[in-house]
């Protein structure tokens, strides 16, 4: 063996040596433990002496308890706590008791157990049947942190909190707080404190800790937040509720996005996150860092829920950091209220993204247009269901122009059939193509584009599926009643059916009924005024197909939407019977006979490709 090989083995030694002596426990922690171990030894051998006497007795068929027993018991307990909790003894047992704080929009009622949000009334909503609205209630909401301390895991929501602050604590003019604070000994504590300020759906929400460094242990750099709860049913249909109930987040610095609605569903965020929602179709429970979580784990659980009183389970498990120092903070605040676009656009942070309104040009609409014009028709109008008209009256004035413009070239096509027809007379069903090739000559002659009808329809399109968005994501409409509909934001049933038929309900409602009716009325006019008869047979049932398909659909949907639909189907008629009265087919036919006399103008693509021929020496072919 060579020197170096020798004094590595030296120094690895050493290292040895020295870690077992500064890792070997000290002479009080020694005596602690002796102390400790006689204790649980003398409990153990009481135990033992008092079971031997007790069958020594036997023979006494009555036996009482005393207070020797009794005091063993507790003995025992005190020792399992003790082992169980550390420092954290003293908390784990205690009377639970309730602390309220509350101002003129919220009531939350807070538990010394856990020191948590126990249960959140928003006070000017009620539940579809007129109870008092509660975001969550009871045990099965769950806001705690787990650690490891001591060589023990500590959950927080099993300890007791204890605060110097009244049972009652009313905010109106200024803001107050209501402080919880986990014991641990003397000025070593975790507090959660809650702040509330007059008119606000709010909450600041601040975890403080005291004198933790030496009890929560110092190789930690996070600490494990986990919130969960059952979230209960609120609205009328609970189907179509749940199809808006799941976890949303933020990312930190970046876009909003939500895990599947329709779908048992968990994902692990490993990046930074700003907020985490737990959101149902017009209310969410927001839990926003003023800084930013490090990660969370995220779960959204509908299929395992029985209870027709709850939609979901929703889990967060969030990381929050800790940096081991005497006193330090970790601030955050609640977002309890409405899903109303306004008011969650104020906060700045994306709230407002929680309301669906679309993706893309859909959410342009809807934000731009829909929105700022239902808002200033609110101003003046209390009714909901007028509201809705007269959105839809302005909406079909605006989109008039191509009405106008489709039925016009379907006019155009209409009044060319008879000379459609005669090229399909001369040219057999073998020759497609040539047949084809006469109808566009036709079209370019008389100066009239195929299209030309399909277009404007196209451009309504983002309008039609923006207002699809819109009525059942609106918490203005809940809740408000029109006709015989009770709540516009919810389906209205005219009668309901002692009986489930799949995929409809056992319900029908009256304003999907004329939706349906209206669409095939306005189908069979379409199908009327259709100029080629070389149509795909296919295609008009389809066609009829579709309203039936949505009488099935929008039974249990918002009635607001079918209301809607239903009115603009009814304002169509009424503009194809005006421009009827002032267009006259023999006259549209008159000017594409004019048309076709005019030699036909080259498009400006044409023009170009022409002329860069003619550059390059190309000589273009003579007609």
Avoid at 103 to 108: A, G, K, Q, S, V
Avoid at 320 to 347: A, C, R, V, W
Avoid at 434 to 461: D, I, W
Wanted: hydrophobic share 40%; proline share 4%; charged share 20%.
């Amino acid at each position: 063996m060579d020197r170096n090989s020798i004094i590595g083995l030296l120094i690895i030694g050493a290292i040895l040596v020295g870690y077992s002596i500064f890792t070997s426990p000290t002479k009080e922690e020694i005596e602690k433990a002796t102390r400790q171990r006689d204790s649980i030894a003398q409990v153990e051998q009481n135990i033992k002496l008092e079971q031997e006497k007790l069958k020594a007795e036997s023979f006494n068929t009555s036996p009482v308890l005393t207070s020797t027993d009794s005091t063993l018991n507790d003995s025992i307990t005190k020792v399992q706590i003790q082992q169980q909790f550390g420092s954290f003894a003293e908390a784990a047992t205690g009377e639970n008791q309730f602390y309220t704080i509350e101002n003129e929009l919220l009531e939350i009622k807070i538990s010394s157990k856990g020191g948590r949000p126990y249960s959140v009334r928003l006070k000017q909503f009620k539940t579809h049947d007129s109870l008092p609205l509660l975001l969550f209630n009871g045990d099965s909401t769950v806001l705690g942190l787990d650690f490891f301390a001591q060589n023990r895991t500590i959950s927080t929501n099993e300890l007791f909190f204890t605060t110097d602050n009244s049972n009652s604590i009313i905010v109106k003019d200024s803001p107050k707080s209501l402080s919880m604070k986990l014991i641990v000994g003397e000025n070593k504590y975790i507090e959660y404190l809650y702040t509330l300020t007059p008119n606000s759906y709010i909450v600041d929400f601040d975890i403080n800790f005291v004198g933790m460094k030496d009890v929560i242990a110092s190789n930690n750099q996070y600490l494990s937040l986990k919130w969960s709860m059952y979230l209960p049913t609120q609205e009328k249909g609970k189907d179509f509720e749940n199809q808006y109930t799941t976890v949303y987040y933020k990312f930190f610095e970046d876009d909003v996005d939500y895990l599947s609605e329709t779908s048992d569903k968990e994902e692990e965020i490993t990046t930074k996150l700003k907020w985490v929602s737990f959101k149902q179709q017009f209310f969410s429970s927001i839990l926003v860092a003023d800084n930013n979580f490090l990660n969370a784990f995220l779960k959204s659980d509908k299929s395992s829920v029985t209870d027709d009183n709850y939609l979901a389970k929703l889990d967060a498990d969030i990381s929050i950091p800790f940096n081991g120092k005497d006193k330090e903070s970790f601030p955050m605040q609640f977002y309890f209220g409405p899903n109303h676009y306004n008011t969650l656009s104020e906060y700045n942070l994306d709230f407002e993204k929680l309301v669906p309104l679309g993706w893309g040009i859909f959410g342009w609409v809807n934000r731009f247009l829909v929105i700022p014009v239902f808002n200033w028709l609110g101003l003046f109008i209390s009714s909901y269901g007028i509201i809705i008209l007269l959105l839809t009256i302005i909406i079909k004035l605006i989109l008039f122009p191509l009405t106008y413009k489709s039925y016009i070239s379907t006019a155009k096509m209409r009044v060319l059939k008879p000379q459609i027809d005669e090229i399909n007379a001369k040219i057999p069903k073998e020759k497609t193509m040539e047949r084809q090739q006469a109808t566009m000559a036709l079209y370019k002659k008389a100066g009239v584009n195929p299209m030309g009808g399909c277009l404007p329809m196209l451009l309504q399109f983002p309008i039609l599926i923006a207002l699809f968005r819109f009525f059942p994501a609106s918490i203005e409409l809940r809740q408000q009643s029109f006709l015989w509909a009770d709540d516009l934001s919810s389906y209205d049933s005219i009668y309901d059916l002692p009986f489930n038929i799949p995929f409809y309900g056992d319900h029908i409602s009256l304003f999907t009924l004329l939706m349906t009716i209206s669409t095939l009325i306005y189908t069979r006019m379409q199908n009327q005024m259709q100029a080629s008869s070389t149509q795909i047979p296919g295609m008009k049932v389809m066609m009829y197909m579709m309203p039936i398909m949505f009488l099935f659909w929008f039974n249990s949907y918002a009635s607001g939407l079918s209301y809607y639909y239903f009115v603009a189907n009814m304002m169509t008629f009424g503009q194809m019977w005006l421009i009827r009265r002032f267009v006259d087919d023999d006259e549209i036919l008159s000017k594409l006979e004019q048309s076709k006399k005019k030699p036909v103008k080259k498009s400006k693509f044409a023009e170009r490709l022409e002329k860069m021929a003619k550059e390059r020496g190309y000589q273009m072919p003579k007609k």
